[in-house]
């Protein structure tokens, strides 16, 4: 559908794991996003199915990207899968509560 960074931000709205509705518009930009404003970090995670369960993944796919989130089983953003991403993995973000 081409709308996965609107539906990963509306789903950490909605569960309260951020406060406020990201602004930026892509998903390459969801990762410097979440750092900055939302108390996330990027964790040194290389493989998508390492990711710990509500972590948020940045993949490259030209200038938009695609973004997910890790459910206990697979990945879900404006679908669900439980299969690898074709595009590669940038970087994985979490917050965790102290």
């Known amino acids: 559908k081409a709308r996965c960074w609107q539906y990963v931000k509306t789903a950490l709205v909605e569960s309260g794991v951020i ?3 990201p602004r930026s ?4 930009e969801a990762g410097d996003e979440l750092v900055q404003n939302y108390g996330f970090k990027k964790l040194p995670i290389h ?5 710990p ?3 948020v993944l940045v993949f490259g796919h030209g200038t ?5 989130i890790r459910t206990k089983t697979g990945f879900v953003s404006d679908y669900w899968t439980s ?3 074709k595009y590669p993995l940038v970087a994985v973000y979490g917050k965790f509560s102290s």
């Open 19 to 21: 406060d406020s509705y």
């Open 25 to 28: 518009n892509y998903a390459t």
């Open 47 to 51: 493989d998508q199915f390492a990711a």
């Open 53 to 55: 369960v509500g972590a």
């Open 64 to 68: 938009e990207g695609h973004v997910v």
């Open 83 to 85: 299969n690898r991403c």
